[in-house]
């Protein structure tokens, strides 16, 4: 078990809705990624939060937004959900700086209805 | 850009040895392997950080050619524990910042008794 939680682990929104998914970072890690998981791909890039600032951003679109708390949680928030918002929300910590491994949260299995 | 893994899939009896491969059409300063189990998050295995780096970890062990831009990942004398999806991530940014990955596209392992 890596020590990094995300809630909820299952959401069904509605297609227009706002949804707001949560991340708690392991001990002593100061960088939060979020990945978006389609089924039977592997998981993309949606951004990164370091010092509570956005760090890096993958190719997703503005209504995927974020924040990073001062204890280094973080939120990732989706607005305006389509249907093909429908994927498993996976938060990864880790330290600054590269090379340094990532650790994965259970992630969130959202569906868009 | 996303790296290429190969194979999509292969079955193992147990016992037998395994290579996947992950090659990539930009320079590479790091590649980073995980596997991820069905309905499960992804699980750090190993981080290449130099050109011809090699590391091994149990009888998984992986190598890194930074002139081929690619990475490949031995799996010997296959367990059942082995089976699940592997992926490959290399860094998203030129400098390798952060850890801001690129996954490929995962290799579906199925070790059988």
């Known amino acids: 078990e890596t020590g990094v939680t995300q809630s909820p682990t299952h959401l069904i929104k509605t297609r227009g809705q706002q949804v707001t998914l949560r991340c708690s970072s392991q001990s002593g890690h100061n960088t939060v990624s979020w990945y978006q998981q389609a089924l039977g791909q592997g998981p993309q890039f949606i951004f990164q939060y370091y010092r509570e600032e956005e760090n890096g951003r993958g190719n997703f679109p503005p209504r995927f937004s974020g924040l990073q708390f001062p204890n280094y949680s973080s939120e990732l928030n989706v607005n305006a959900l389509e249907l093909d918002d429908s994927a498993l929300y996976l938060c990864?910590?880790?330290?600054?700086?590269?090379?340094?491994?990532?650790?994965f949260g259970q992630g969130t299995r959202l569906t868009v209805v | 850009q996303q790296p290429v893994q190969s194979p999509q899939a292969v079955i193992l009896r147990e016992g037998e040895d395994a290579v996947i491969n992950c090659s990539s059409s930009k320079a590479l300063y790091s590649v980073h392997w995980y596997r991820q189990k069905h309905g499960e998050a992804p699980v750090f295995l190993m981080i290449l950080l130099k050109g011809g780096e090699q590391k091994g970890h149990d009888k998984i062990s992986a190598s890194f050619n930074e002139k081929k831009q690619q990475s490949s990942l031995y799996l010997t004398a296959s367990q059942l524990s082995y089976s699940g999806t592997y992926f490959c991530g290399t860094p998203t940014t030129d400098n390798n910042a952060g850890n801001m990955l690129t996954f490929g596209g995962g290799t579906r392992l199925m070790v059988k008794p």
């Open positions: 990864a910590s880790s330290l600054a700086g590269g090379g340094t491994e990532a650790f």
